[in-house]
């Protein structure tokens, strides 16, 4: 019976079987076009929607004393949109089909919890920013593993900008007594649920 299954797999015929099957692995400069496709798509996606949230928070506490604040980190995030705005043609990358759907969900996540305080608000900012803190790095050690260094460098260079921005906005949050709003611990989890569901989404439609 050994003696029979190895004529069959090396059998001339067979071996050029498997020989077409490996052919059809993707490359790894292949992978990483994916991988940078992917990433391009989904950072997009989620400047938009942080952009909303913010807009949709100075829609509503722009007059008040945290208003200066908010203003502030939604100027950050208007400048990350625009930078992966003009990457998607850089990289010619595909933009997630469901965009309209992350500009209308962030402005309603970020005026929704500004109608219930400036705490809850920025307990909304608390929430969204970890999960993109969280989500940046793991994209920063595909990048550093799969991407090319030099090529790809203002990518890479970027991404860690706004991970620092992005973790700024938490601690921000923080300070500005997100902790104090109603249901905390509530409120936040439902909210980091939502991101990495978008997130989870935007990456791949």
Known sequence: MSRLLTRVIYRPET?????????FEKKPEE???E???RIIRVDQAGELAADRIYAGQMAVL???DVG???Q???DEEKAHLAKFNELIPKYKARPSALLPLW??????LGAGTALLGKEAA???TVAVESVIGEHYNNQLRDLMEHADQTKDKDLIETIKKFRDDENQHHDTGLANNAEQAPFYRNLTGVIKLGCRLGIYLAERI
């Open 15 to 23: 071996c050029r079987y498997l020989s077409t099957l490996t052919s």
């Open 31 to 33: 992978r990483t076009r």
């Open 35 to 37: 991988l940078i496709d």
């Open 62 to 64: 722009g007059r008040t």
């Open 68 to 70: 200066p604040t908010i």
């Open 72 to 74: 502030h980190m939604w």
């Open 103 to 108: 500009n209308v969900a962030g402005y309603a």
């Open 122 to 124: 920025m307990a909304c």
